[in-house]
């Protein structure tokens, strides 16, 4: 082998070593995906000790302050996120942005709808008193809407066939006849 050739080679393993030395900061969760309005357990590992990151959810079309954390002295740190109940579904970012602005770290995750919760208590502020206010989850079996025709529904639906059949009749009946 040339001098040359070995040259590179050792360059190139060079610069391997050190791409492998030197990584980023990462954000994790065990959840791929999480309901809007609740929370994602999040860790962040090989972040620089002490540094306080600012979280957010970055999506398309939305974009929601979601907390901060401040590493460790060992680079890491776990957070529970609250994620916004308004957040529309879809896939989204948390990202982690130094003090400075720049990305520090970024995790994929799917924002699912919220899951439907009536409240019966007012919402508006009348001045009563709203203990004891009681939340259900509503399902769509329990959202079953009946529909019904009555008599004049079904005698306006009859005489729209029988005006329909008797014109049909009357356009055949005025024909002329031909012959093959």
Sequence with gaps: MSARVVGRMGSLALVAFLMAAVHGAVLKSTMESVEAGQ???????DFHAGM???LSLVGVFDDHAVGEATASDEGGFTKDLMMPSNARPGDYQVVAYEPNGDRAAALDVMVLAASAVAVTADAHDDGASHEGAEMTA???E???IARSMGGAGWGVIGLMVGLAGGLGLALLSGAPATEV
């Design 142 to 144: 329990e959202m079953v």
């Design 39 to 45: 929370v994602l357990p999040l860790v962040g590992e």
């Design 138 to 140: 509503a399902t769509a």
């Design 52 to 54: 306080t990151v600012t």
